[in-house]
């Protein structure tokens, strides 16, 4: 009897503790999705070595570009091969932050490994194919306010209507983003009648000889087909592309 009691207690501590985190705030760098901080902007990119900055930028207390000037470098593409300290394979990438800031352009060109390598030196990580969905839910689908007015690729946050019910903006457009989960490379079936969105997944490709990354979203090469359930894994983990960047997640 003392024993089950005993475990009782024990599982009400572990569900409180769980309950605390879970009603902490987010920083001001992104929004609430469930028991996780999702940005709020896609990432841009940035070599930072001051300590008191990397600081700022892990605690999630960066939210404007005028907080590191003079204390970071600004990448806003990464077709720069290993020789800027970031190799493909992410081994050795220390200096480079994700930070989540609007009227900056979008990180892009990454293979999934350095995205997951950046989002790690934040304190962050990549977002599960999961939890990607659930910040994206609500973000207008197509040709809307996620391509117009203006040129496909824009600032981040530069559309205040690209939005979703949560307050993440640009899930669609701009740059599509790599997430966390890994599946063998797949074709395009499409949604059927459920959405336009881009729909490359659920039938494995024939050729298939390496592993792909899910790439959400859909980016500004093909705007008719970008919304909060594009889903692309045609892309292998290795691979880059000029449309396709990432956000990062906190756990709380």
């Known amino acids: 009897m003392r024993s089950a009691l005993v475990l009782i207690i024990v599982l009400s501590l572990g569900v409180a503790a769980r309950d605390a985190r879970a009603a902490r705030?987010?920083?001001?760098?992104?929004?609430?999705?469930?028991?996780?901080?999702?940005?709020r902007y896609e990432a841009s990119v940035w070599r930072i070595t001051d300590k008191r900055t990397i600081k700022k930028v892990v605690s999630g207390k960066v939210t404007a570009r005028k907080q590191i000037a003079g204390s970071a470098a600004y990448f806003n593409s990464f077709h720069f091969g290993d020789e800027v300290g970031c190799p493909d394979n992410g081994g050795g990438c220390l200096d480079f932050y994700a930070l989540s800031l609007p009227g900056v352009g979008p990180a892009a060109g990454l293979t999934w490994f350095q995205a997951a390598a950046i989002c790690r030196n934040s304190g962050k990580r990549l977002a599960t194919n999961q939890e990607w969905q659930m910040a994206a839910l609500g973000t207008?689908?197509?040709?809307?306010?996620?391509?117009?007015?203006?040129?496909?690729?824009?600032?981040?946050?530069?559309?205040?209507?690209?939005?979703?019910?949560?307050?993440?903006?640009?899930?669609?457009?701009?740059?599509?983003?790599?997430?966390?989960?890994?599946?063998?490379l797949q074709r395009c079936v499409g949604w059927g009648p459920f959405s336009n969105d881009i729909m490359c997944f659920g039938a494995p490709s024939t050729a298939a000889t390496t592993a792909a990354a899910l790439v959400r979203g859909g980016g500004f090469a093909s705007p008719d087909l970008a919304g909060p359930f594009g889903i692309d894994a045609r892309l292998p983990v290795y691979a880059t592309a000029d449309d396709v960047g990432f956000r990062c997640v906190r756990e709380p």
């Open 140 to 184: 207008p689908s197509g040709l809307g306010p996620c391509f117009s007015p203006g040129p496909p690729q824009r600032a981040t946050g530069d559309r205040p209507d690209c939005v979703s019910d949560l307050g993440a903006f640009d899930m669609a457009g701009n740059v599509a983003e790599w997430v966390a989960d890994w599946v063998p």
């Open 25 to 39: 705030k987010c920083p001001g760098d992104s929004v609430r999705v469930g028991s996780v901080c999702v940005d």
